[in-house]
């Protein structure tokens, strides 16, 4: 079934003009490190019961080794690594299931792993650039975007970014702007304007440590996959504020905060809910509260200094400006022309 063909230098003309179109339009990003983790994109395919063919992506993390989903899995029996028109096969695999993290190995593969990195120091906002296989493309398909939020789960952040993603995506790269993997496209809200999530790598030590299995479907729920109300708070937020359901999203803030008191973007949320539904006086404490545990938080600075803004007190206006210019100088000027569009006449 399995069969290697001579096509390796044809995909990396391909492949190689494709990306330096894209870098072409970002030049922020380190072009150089971004297209070495192109080349450890990979996807990862298989026929179900059915005849039809199910797909995913995946990266490279080691010799003969690829981290995915494991819900990729769920339908095929026999899944296979595919570059281009060359193929590979999987011959075991260490599944952690409810937090939907699988490490494949293969045998022979010519890929060399990506670096790998962590969202744990990076800021919001900080560029990120997401790699896989959207739609089923045979070539990797880039997405650009922004790191919105990380939220502490597991021992670790789960990572939403801008960065879009759709089926045949799953399993897919996160990057930072200097080519490091630092997360596993997963999954993402529902609605048009969707919130696209990532798992962090660090996972991986732990799915390191499974057990090795040899046979396919893997299946299981995943943690992403709960009933609403035993999902993690930071989703249970995401429909209400997609949705602009106020009251709703400060019903669900108040409970985040409870649980978790020193989460910066539980907080921001309850200021955010509070601010939309008119509460300033509660909105400025909530995102006080959000900025006493994560001083850079740009979305509660951005809020904070719209309220002094309103209330006419145009020192704090400067020194939030100046915070905000600190981290991101393009929000400053967003920011500035917020608050000369509002300012009273």
Same mark, same amino acid.
């Given at each position: ?18 990306f ?33 063919? @199910? ?13 995915t ?35 494949? @190995? ?13 969202? @744990? ?9 997401g ?23 597991n ?16 399993g ?23 919130y696209?999530?990532?798992l ?11 057990p090795?299995?040899?046979?396919f ?31 709703k ?16 973007? @539980? ?21 006080r ?15 904070l ?41």
């Amino acid at each position: 079934m399995f069969t290697l063909r001579n096509k390796t230098l044809k995909m990396t003309l391909a492949v190689s003009s494709a990306f330096i179109l894209f870098t072409n339009q970002v030049h922020a990003y380190d072009r150089v490190k971004l297209l070495k983790s192109f080349f450890s994109i990979v996807m990862i395919k298989g026929y179900t019961s059915d005849g039809s063919m @199910a797909y995913g992506s995946g990266v490279v993390v080691g010799s003969n080794k690829i981290v995915t989903n494991c819900h990729i899995f769920r339908k095929t029996p026999e899944p296979y690594i595919s570059r281009g028109e060359d193929t590979y096969r999987i011959t075991q695999v260490q599944a952690d299931r409810y937090y939907d993290m699988c490490l494949v @190995a293969t045998e022979n593969t010519p890929f060399q792993a990506a670096e790998i990195g962590s969202a @744990a120091t990076m800021n919001k906002g900080e560029e990120i650039i997401g790699m896989g296989h959207s739609s089923g493309n045979p070539s990797p398909v880039n997405a650009n975007g922004v790191l919105k939020s990380v939220y502490p789960f597991n021992n670790s952040n789960i990572i939403r970014s801008t960065a879009r993603f759709t089926m045949g995506a799953s399993g897919s790269g996160l990057f930072d702007g200097q080519g490091r993997l630092i997360g596993i496209n997963t999954f993402k809200s529902p609605g048009r304007n969707a919130y696209f999530y990532a798992l962090p790598i660090e996972w991986l030590a732990n799915v390191e440590k499974q057990p090795v299995e040899t046979k396919f479907p893997i299946e299981g729920k995943t943690f992403w996959e709960e009933d609403d109300d035993k999902k993690p708070f930071f989703m249970q937020m995401a429909t209400p504020e997609l949705n602009e359901d106020w009251s709703k999203l400060a019903e669900v803030a108040k409970k985040w905060t409870a649980a978790e008191p020193k989460n910066s973007e @539980a907080w921001y949320e309850l200021g955010n809910a509070q601010d939309h539904l008119n509460n300033k006086t509660e909105a400025e404490k909530s995102y006080r509260v959000a900025l006493k545990f994560n001083q850079k938080h740009i979305e509660a600075l951005y809020g904070l200094g719209l309220i002094a803004s309103a209330k006419g007190d145009q020192k704090q206006v400067q020194e939030i400006n100046l915070a905000i210019l600190d981290i991101d100088p393009q929000l400053s000027e967003e920011f500035t022309k917020e608050i000369t569009k509002n300012k009273p006449q």
